[in-house]
């Protein structure tokens, strides 16, 4: 395995490493980039770890700066933070054609890189993976009545939980801001505006109808969203698309990966991902 910094992209402003396989297999690669602001080599160089080890397993990696984060120079254009992620994706997908020969494409992403690999999946069809930790979260009946059990669990006990909710709703009625309340619960985890249950369902049907393997990673840092187990399933099965997607929820991870073991942990099943994605698609 050899590593080398490139500079790529329409103006030249894109910086990436790339880890070449020494003994390629198959011809899929791997694209790893930001989560959220923080640059190309990931939470706790989580991106660096997982590079190097897919490219010792023969698959070749990259890990790159979209526009305006990390190394990489802000855009010049007038496109969408969304629309310009998707085309430094493509940039980085043309780089990695012409360096290693690979022509097809899987993509990690967390935090808001997860929201960007799924838009480059919709919008490229060289991508035929995508895996997405703490993507879009959609909380069921169930979720809030976790969150309210713990709560009651933390405040002693359900009348005093019951008391402290009731505060903070005529709180939000006094102070007007319902309607604030209402944007955010619109809102994924991380600013941008979350598609509705059915669109969302939509878009996934739409990628896995065209052989796209999808595999979604949920931690347990986001109880008020997002935790049980069998939530993307409870919320999503009259869809039809559950049992087509591989639904991960880690209550033992948190978003950031904040300790050795949960780094070794990420490395080693996001790894083996790739690598199964690469057997299945030969």
């Known amino acids: 395995m050899n590593e080398t910094t490139l500079v ?31 640059p190309r080599i990931g939470p ?3 991106n660096v770890r ?13 890990r790159f700066d979209i526009s305006g984060r990390g190394d990489s120079a802000p855009a010049r254009g007038m496109e969408s933070y969304e629309q310009q992620a998707i085309a430094d994706i493509r940039d980085a997908m043309d780089l990695m054609t012409a360096r290693t020969g690979v022509r097809r494409f899987a993509i990690m992403g967390i935090c808001s890189g997860a929201e960007n690999a799924f838009h480059a999946a919709l919008a490229d069809e060289r991508v035929v993976g995508v ?23 933390m ?9 402290a909710w009731l ?21 994924s985890s991380f600013g941008s505006i979350r598609p509705g249950p059915e669109v969302f369902a939509s878009l996934l049907r739409k990628l896995l109808d065209r052989g796209v393997s999808i595999d979604l990673l949920f931690s347990g840092s986001f109880l008020e969203t997002y935790n049980y187990r069998n939530q993307f399933r409870d919320g ?3 869809f039809g698309i ?10 033992d991870l948190d978003h950031t990966l904040s300790t050795a073991a949960m780094q070794f942990e990420m490395v080693n099943r996001t790894t083996a991902w790739f690598a199964s994605l690469g057997s299945r698609n030969r």
């Open 8 to 38: 790529f992209g329409a103006n030249g402003g894109l910086v990436g490493t790339l880890a070449a396989a020494t003994a390629p297999q198959g011809d899929i690669g791997a694209l790893l980039f930001n989560a959220g602001v923080v």
């Open 44 to 46: 706790n160089r989580l």
């Open 50 to 62: 997982i590079s190097r080890m897919l490219a010792a397993r023969g698959i070749p990696a990259m």
């Open 131 to 153: 895996t997405l930790m703490d993507s879009y979260h959609y909380p069921t009946l169930r979720t809030h009545i976790n969150r309210f059990r713990q709560r009651a669990d």
């Open 155 to 163: 405040q002693g006990g359900v009348v005093r939980a019951g008391l």
């Open 167 to 187: 505060k903070r709703r005529l709180n939000r009625s006094n102070n007007g801001s319902d309607n604030d309340h209402a944007r955010e619960a619109a809102a």
């Open 236 to 238: 999503f099965g009259r």
């Open 242 to 251: 559950v049992d087509r997607i591989n639904i991960d929820y880690r209550p």
